[in-house]
C-alpha cells in the first residue's frame, strides 16, 4: 500500500485564473528557528567562505562559497514520510519496521517515495472562524470547529482534497518554547476530527504548528491514524496566515519534497496559488 496523493490532474492549472497569485506557505530556516525538541536542532556553518586559498587561481578574481547544514528532516515546514510513524511494529500497509529498518534509514515509506505535490486544497481557518487570533495550548479541535470553520470560508472538502488547518499558532514562531508546546502543549485536531477528515476524502493534511495533532494528545495518536492507518502525509509549521485571511473556498496547493532516501521526513516549500 502507498499514500493516498492523488495522481496529477492537469484541469486544475486550468482551473487558476488570469488573476492568481502566489502564496509562501513556509516559514524561513534559520539557527534561531523552533524545533520541536525531539528531533535535532538545525544549524548552518560556512565550509568555504570567499577568499579562502584555493589550489587554482582565478585570474578574473572571482571566488564561491559553500556551506555545511544538519537538520532532521522534521525541521522547520515539512512533511511527514509514512515511515515517520509505526503501530505495533508495523509501518502503513503492515510493513514490519525490522524489514525495512537499516542505519542509512527506510527502505520503503521514505522521502524519496514521496511524489511532487499540486493539488486542490481547502484552507480551514478555525481560529477566524472562532473569532480569536490563536487558538489556545492543547485545545483539541472538533468536527464542530472544522464544520463551522468551513462555513465561514464557504468551502467544502472535496475528495483528494488537501486540508489545511489555520491555528494561529504561527503567531509563537519567534517563542520557540511556546511553539514546540512547552508551555502548556499546542492545539490541533484530535481522534474524531481526524477521522472525519478521512471520511471526507483529505489525502494530504498539515496545520501551522509543529505537532499538527492536539498535543498532549488527549486518546488515539492522530499521526498513527493519519501515517499509519491510512498512508496520508502530514505537514507541519505551515504559514497560512496570509492566505487563511483570503477565505477563499479552494486553493492549488504545490509542495515538492525533496528526494531524501530513508529519511522519514523532509524540508519543503509549499506554496498556494489563488
Known amino acids: 500500500m502507498s499514500n493516498r496523493l ?3 490532474d492537469p484541469n486544475l492549472l486550468a482551473a487558476v485564473g ?7 506557505l513556509s516559514h524561513a530556516m534559520a539557527p ?3 524545533v520541536y525538541h525531539q528531533h535535532i536542532p538545525y544549524s548552518l556553518a560556512l565550509h568555504r567562505r570567499h577568499g579562502d586559498p584555493h589550489p587554482a587561481k582565478r585570474m578574473d578574481g572571482s571566488s564561491f562559497a559553500n556551506e ?3 537538520t532532521s528532516g522534521h525541521s522547520g515546514t515539512h512533511i511527514d514520510a509514512l515511515g515517520h510513524f509505526s503501530r505495533d511494529g508495523c509501518l502503513h500497509g503492515g510493513i514490519k519496521v ?4 537499516t542505519r ?3 527502505r520503503q515509506h521514505n522521502a524519496a517515495d514521496i511524489p511532487p505535490i499540486l ?6 481557518d478555525v481560529a477566524a472562524a472562532k473569532g480569536v487570533d490563536c487558538l489556545q495550548p492543547s485545545e483539541e479541535i472538533s468536527i464542530a470547529d472544522l464544520e463551522k470553520a468551513l462555513v465561514y470560508a464557504k468551502a467544502k472538502i472535496q475528495p483528494g482534497d488537501a486540508v489545511l488547518i489555520r491555528t494561529g499558532w504561527a503567531r509563537y514562531w519567534s517563542d520557540p518554547e511556546m511553539f514546540i508546546g512547552r508551555k502548556g502543549g499546542m492545539p490541533g485536531p484530535g481522534e474524531k476530527a481526524a477521522r472525519w477528515l478521512v471520511e471526507r476524502g483529505a489525502t494530504l493534511v498539515g496545520s501551522d504548528t509543529p505537532g499538527y495533532e492536539c498535543l498532549p494528545t488527549p486518546g488515539v495518536s492522530v499521526h498513527a491514524i493519519m501515517l499509519v492507518d491510512e498512508g496520508i502525509h502530514i505537514m507541519e509549521n505551515l504559514n497560512l496566515d496570509e492566505v487563511g ?10 509542495a515538492l519534497p525533496l528526494r531524501l532516501s530513508g529519511s522519514t521526513g523532509s524540508p519543503i516549500r509549499p506554496i498556494a496559488i489563488a
Do not use: N
Open 119 to 124: 493539488q486542490g486544497a481547502v484552507v480551514i
Open 18 to 24: 488570469a488573476g492568481a497569485k502566489i502564496y509562501e
Open 6 to 8: 492523488p495522481a496529477f
Open 104 to 106: 542509512d534509514g527506510y
Open 98 to 101: 525490522s524489514e525495512v529498518e
Open 245 to 254: 485571511s483570503l477565505r477563499r473556498p479552494r486553493v492549488l496547493f504545490v
Open 68 to 70: 555545511v547544514i544538519v
Open 32 to 34: 534561531s528557528m523552533p
